[in-house]
């Protein structure tokens, strides 16, 4: 998806073309063996080595195209896996469902090129040392009963990765312990040394490492429906007192359309570019990271009937 600045023109998503057992393929690991670890219509992504990424695709639909070569090389961070077979709620109530959900290469930098045509309009945007993010799912679960907030916003000394659902079903209960190693990541790199803190959801309020609130919830008038918000407050505090402070206040987003199959809702997703502001303090240094920039929150809407 392109999502510009209003500026630059209007923003829009491409999508490849419906994938199929004989045209798709994915790693459940991602982790480096022969061939791609990726495949679809669009492209691929080949895991080099656990540290290097080779992303290469193009989507073309009317006027439209994009088309890329890139690649990722990790920055700071190990992969992290948030969720390893999570149970949720059975399909149907019937059929097991479970979400592997991998970040293994939460920090990368970028190289290479994006290629973008719009009409008559043609850029090419060359990436040097470019900030990057790859993630993926690996399940079996119905799309649409799952409603997320998402956060991904990096600077030079600092990333915050977030992975927060907001269903109901969702909102606490049994089994938030387990995963591994949470739902909210800090990774710091001081004078070359990095350190790694995870926050926990609780079932014991009085344990609860994370807490959110939303400002402002609007509506997109193409889907009035669903609600999404246009700021965010972050708080997370673990036991030795180690704390994340973090607004975002959004900038411009895009909307997604998910078209699940019958008998099952549809949904769609805010993808947001938003204004970062905060701070993380590390008690062990007494050492304040101040926090402003911009990133990325994403936004999963409530499942409605399809339109």
Known sequence: MIIRDPVQGSSFPLFSQNHDPTNFSASETFES??????QNPSGTIDVITPDHYHVQGQVI???KEIRWNLHYNRSIGNPWLPWVKWPVPNTLRIIPAWITYHMQMANAIVNGTFYVRDGANETTYNLLNARGYHDGFYSEFVFSIFEWN???YKQDNLSVHLLYPHAPVYSCQDGWETCTPGNLRVVTNINGEEKEYNFYRRC?????????????LAIDPSYPDVKYPTQATITAEDDKGNMLQLQWSLLRYMIVYFDVPNPFYDTVTFEIIADFTGSFHETSTNTTIPIRGSGWSDWSGQAFPQQ
Do not use: F
């Open 150 to 152: 998402w956060i991904d």
């Open 204 to 216: 014991d309020q009085e344990k609860e490492e994370i807490k959110i609130s939303y400002g402002h």
């Open 61 to 63: 639909k009317d006027e």
């Open 33 to 38: 063996a022969p061939g791609p670890e990726l």
